[in-house]
């Protein structure tokens, strides 16, 4: 590649693998385009490694890598219209699954049993994660409208379904080595008291 820009898709279309054109908000383009962000967002997450002690950061780093590389390919996947499959990446298959799950089994080996729904917070690692987990399902829900209208033969679907699973499962596992206590939904919480010197309506003249 010459040149970053080619001002092919100047007038709202873009190219898939195979040659073909569809515009540029086409489900197939808000499919892998999603997956893109995901890959961005799991880039921010392997930023903020720095919060993890050394020989904790090291195995997530890997693991948070070899996922990026699969993404790529998952993207590739879906660039690839089914009449042009011959010419794209190997699809899909259950042994990519199959990782994820085995992932999620060898993350949570550690953690206690989850009892209650969490909130999305802890540590800017922890946070970041959950982030990445949301936007995994987002993916997960472009893709599936990439499919209800062009099906798709491999896993990609399941795939990121067990993701997210797996980047809740990091979420609560760099929580556990960084010492954050996980915060518990309530249904009914409290409301907060205003700071010392807060202007509330009895304070206002």
């Given amino acids: 590649m010459k040149r970053v820009y080619t001002r092919s898709g100047d007038k709202g279309e873009t190219g898939l693998i195979g040659g073909s054109r569809v515009p540029k908000n086409h489900p197939r383009i808000e499919a892998y385009g999603t997956v893109d962000e995901l890959n961005s967002w799991i880039g921010v997450v ?11 950061a090291t195995p997530l780093r890997q693991h948070l890598e070899f996922i990026q590389h699969r993404l790529f390919a998952l993207g590739a996947d879906l660039a690839t219209p089914a009449k042009d499959a011959r010419i794209g990446s190997p699809l899909f298959q259950a042994e990519d699954v199959a990782w994820v799950e085995r992932t999620i089994d ?8 989850l009892t209650q729904f969490l909130l999305p917070a802890g540590n800017r690692l922890v946070a970041t994660l959950h982030v ?11 893709v599936l409208s990439l499919h209800q209208v062009e099906p798709l033969i491999g896993q990609e679907l399941r795939y990121l379904n067990r993701l997210s699973d797996l980047l809740f499962v990091m979420a609560r596992w760099a929580g556990a080595v960084t010492g954050q206590e996980e915060s518990c939904w309530c249904q009914d919480p409290p409301s907060p008291q205003p700071p010392p010197g807060a202007d509330t309506p009895h304070h206002r003249e």
């Fill in 132 to 142: 990445a987990r949301t936007v995994a399902r987002r993916s997960e829900r472009a």
């Fill in 106 to 113: 060898a993350f949570s080996a550690s953690l206690p049993p």
């Fill in 46 to 56: 392997r930023a903020t490694l720095t919060d993890l002690p050394a020989e904790a």
